[in-house]
Nanobody, 124 residues
């Protein structure tokens, strides 16, 4: 099992950057693929980024591809989401999540462990 705690959210203007961090506890962190999922008010959860347990494979939806970058540090048990060129439509609560396996997943249904979320608000 793994516990996840996100940080780094905030209020920024369009075009700015933010870096979200996710601290994971548990000795088996390096065996989990990880991801970031967001949820805007009144909308369903949306996959944002995923990374394999080794960190060698990543995937993004078209809506953030080229602007967001996911990375991980298996020594420090950390996952990061670098968000550049933010847009108002990126406004949401961002969740760090762990897949129960080593392969990354673009489906939110495969994420077993979730953090409490961090709010990101992008003003126009």
């Amino acid at each position: 099992q793994v516990q996840l705690v996100e940080s780094g959210g905030g209020l920024v203007q369009a075009g700015a950057s933010l870096r979200l961090s996710c601290a994971a506890s548990g000795r088996t962190f390096s065996s989990y693929a990880m991801g970031w999922v967001r949820q805007a008010p009144g909308k369903e959860r949306e996959f944002v980024a995923t990374i394999s347990s080794s960190g060698q494979t990543t995937s993004y939806p078209d809506s953030v591809n080229g602007r967001f970058t996911i990375s991980r540090d298996n020594v420090r048990n950390m996952v990061y989401l670098q968000m550049n060129s933010l847009k108002p439509e990126d406004t949401a609560v961002y969740y760090c999540a762990a897949v129960d396996g080593s392969s990354p997943s673009i489906s939110v249904d495969y994420y077993k462990y979730w953090g409490q979320g961090t709010q990101v608000t992008v003003s126009s």
